[in-house]
């Protein structure tokens, strides 16, 4: 039992690595990019392309992935996305869905549609005892990581100068010009981390989730289920959800493998009987 809850924190983790970008840009700028899982699987893919193929260290791709697919947004963000801030969630959603579709064919033209297997180093691999739970060392490690990530996220939002600057970019862009913030560069700036943490989380779930072409459409509704759950008030909320459904998924899958895939979306109708906005958002 310890060691599926601490496999099920694990996964939960990656999931909010994964998901944190789109609870920013759909949160804070209100803007629907279910492109979200393109940018986390163009992340994985140049890790494994550096690591397996050009033999960079893999704790050195991390912050490549990151910056590739930051650089990625920042200039999908300038020529395409910005012209899609004022339109309607139906516009966003129709144009995010076919940047989608065109990274899954790029991708599969380009890299083909085998499964790739990413080669952690020694350190990473194997589990280690301890007071009799097996604990991966590279879930362990993912734990770490992703822990540091949700701390650091959560106050530059609400301790910071760039996140008060977001936060009223969001509510009222005119007002916010009219007191001197750039609010164009704040948006691509917030939308350039959203897609950088997207290709961070990528590159570390490489390893346990899988990569292929399909990666997106394969995840874009855990993405969107993260989301749902946690509210997009904070950084707390999308994490508890992240590791509410993480150890959800994980003990349903190993004690009830006949409705495993399904335990996921039984707590994902739970929570919205009684909290439709979200378990952390405010009501209305």
Known sequence: MLTLLFDGLAYGML???????????????N?????????AMAGGYVTVILTNRWGVPFLLTLP???LATALAGIVLEKTLYARLYDKTPL????????????????????????????????????????LGMGIGVYRAFLILVCGALAVALQLILARTRFGSRLRASVDDRRVARGVGIHVNTIFAATFAVGSGLAGLGGALGAEILGLDPTFPLKF??????????????????????SLLLGIADVLGKYYVPSLGGFIIYIVLVAVLVVRPQGLFARAG
């Open 220 to 241: 874009m509704v855990y993405f969107l289920i993260v989301v749902s759950v946690g509210g997009t008030s904070s950084m707390y909320g999308p994490l508890c959800a």
């Open 64 to 66: 490549i992935a990151f």
């Open 91 to 130: 516009d966003q959603v129709l144009f995010s869905i076919g940047i989608v579709f065109m990274a899954v064919a790029g991708i599969d033209y380009v890299m083909g549609s085998q499964q790739q297997i990413l080669n952690l180093p020694d350190f990473l691999r194997g589990r280690v005892d301890v």
């Open 15 to 29: 999931l909010f690595v994964l998901s944190c970008g789109l609870a920013v840009t759909l949160g804070l700028m």
């Open 31 to 39: 803007f629907i990019n279910l492109a979200h899982g393109a940018f």
